[in-house]
């Protein structure tokens, strides 16, 4: 059984696939293009088809070695998706004889010039620049060969390993130092803080005291102006001397009722309230001169 091309061969008849056109000629001169379907070729008379042309999207990826303007070599992977326009088909089919190896001419050409323009970080944030410069060349030159350039991408940027390794120590040493930085201020807040509380604290300490200590002399001379009032012939001095025994025997009583079994020891006898009376009043009197 023959097969169906030798079959269509005999009976003057090709087939054309969709999606694909036919270059026909007549005698080895180009006569016309075929669309999808089937064609009278009389073969007998000088027809035939000289070959096909796919108008699918087709795509090519490249990878193009190059440096970078701080001398770092990186290796610049590109995919162009291109495809034959159906109304220039005889020149997509006739001019160029392989369509590849020139697209990837151009491509290594724009890369190769505006790569090392650029430093290596700059390429990277740089790369929808580098695939626009590089869809306008091709557009400007494979136009005229019946293809267009539909999208123009550069997928990656990729240098040597010990430079990405030397680019993840550096980003991580600044982070580092970023985090040492936001630590060392925290800890600065904190002690700024602390030492604002702690400075609060005794602000508001010392008020307590002196309010303390207000309390205490307003007390005792409202007791000597009492008791002068109640007990005729009394001066300030005898209740002065007399509150003091009382404080001296109170607190004589609450270091006898501690629990603790540290000693005290204190002079005591009976000229010692005198000599505790006569030693305050003599404070008293001294810082009075001062």
């Not at 042309?53 to 070695?65: A, I, K, P, T, V």
Request: hydrophobic share 45%; charged share 25%; proline share 3%.
């Amino acid at each position: 059984m023959l097969p169906l091309t030798a079959m269509g061969n005999i009976l003057c008849c090709v087939k054309v696939e969709q999606s694909t056109v036919a270059i026909k000629e007549e005698f080895g001169r180009f006569e016309k293009v075929l669309q999808p379907g089937c064609h009278w070729m009389p073969w007998f008379l000088g027809k035939q088809v000289a070959g096909h042309l796919s108008l699918r999207q087709q795509q090519l990826d490249l990878r193009c070695e190059t440096k970078t303007k701080d001398n770092v070599f990186v290796n610049v992977v590109a995919s162009i998706q291109y495809r034959a326009l159906a109304e220039r088909a005889s020149d997509a089919f006739y001019r160029l004889s392989n369509t590849k190896t020139q697209i990837q001419a151009y491509v290594f050409d724009v890369i190769r010039a505006s790569v090392p323009k650029l430093n290596l970080d700059d390429a990277f944030e740089q790369k929808n620049e580098i695939a626009r410069a590089v869809e306008d060349e091709l557009e400007k030159a494979m136009s005229a060969y019946g293809f267009q350039i539909v999208q123009t991408l550069i997928v990656d940027i990729d240098p040597d390993d010990r430079v990405k390794r030397a680019m993840n120590e550096i980003n991580a040493a600044a982070r580092l130092r970023v985090a040492a930085n936001e630590k060392a201020e925290a800890e600065k807040i904190l002690l700024i803080k602390r030492a604002e509380g702690e400075a609060e604290s005794k602000y508001l300490s010392g008020l307590g005291i002196a309010r303390q200590r207000q309390a205490i002399v307003d007390g005792l001379r409202d007791s000597v102006l009492g008791f002068s009032v109640n007990v005729p012939g009394t001066t300030a001095k005898d209740v002065m001397d007399m509150v003091l025994v009382t404080q001296y025997f109170d607190t004589m009583k609450e270091i006898g009722a501690a629990s603790k079994s540290s000693a005290v020891f204190i002079p005591h006898g009976p000229g010692a309230v005198r000599d505790v009376a006569t030693q305050i009043r003599d404070g008293l009197l001294q810082a009075s001169h001062k």
